[in-house]
């Protein structure tokens, strides 16, 4: 489930089932983990808020992040918690840009359900080669 947030800012994401999950059903807060049964939710367009460019200056590093979220069934995140970023400085980042990022939401039997993910963001590196 890997894709390319837009074609203006080279962030490459994908999205996996968060750790510790061992069923599909919701929690007790109604949000579903991404799993199998889910459809999974898709970023429409990646609002980047500083996180392309700091992961841009990243020396030999992709400014990879892993971060869990909640996606709600209006495609909104919320409730994001870094689990892994390469370098420090980029968390904040990542997640100011997530949680300003919309999704199509994703779904369970055709209704649109807030899903619990684990989303793998870095920038891809697009100079040209010589």
Same mark, same amino acid.
């Given at each position: 489930r890997v894709g390319f947030a837009d074609r203006a800012m080279p962030i490459r994401y994908g999205l996996k089932t968060p750790p510790g999950v061992t069923s599909s059903d919701p929690g007790p807060d109604g949000v579903y983990p991404l799993t199998n049964l889910t459809t999974p939710p898709k970023m429409l367009q990646f609002f980047d808020r500083g996180y392309g460019v700091a992961a841009f200056y990243?020396?030999?590093?992709?400014?990879?992040?892993?971060?869990?979220?909640?996606i709600n069934a209006n495609g909104t995140v919320s409730n994001p918690e870094v689990t892994r970023c390469e370098r420090p400085v980029l968390e904040q980042l990542a997640i100011k840009s997530l949680?300003?990022?919309?999704?199509? &939401?994703? *779904? !369970?039997?055709?209704?649109?359900? &807030?899903? *619990? !993910?684990?989303?793998?963001?870095?920038?891809?590196? !697009?100079?040209?080669?010589?």
């Open positions: 990243s020396p030999n590093e992709k400014g990879a992040c892993d971060i869990l979220l909640t949680l300003d990022t919309p999704f199509k &939401p994703g *779904r !369970v039997n055709g209704k649109a359900v &807030p899903i *619990r !993910v684990s989303i793998h963001i870095e920038y891809k590196d !697009v100079t040209p080669k010589s």
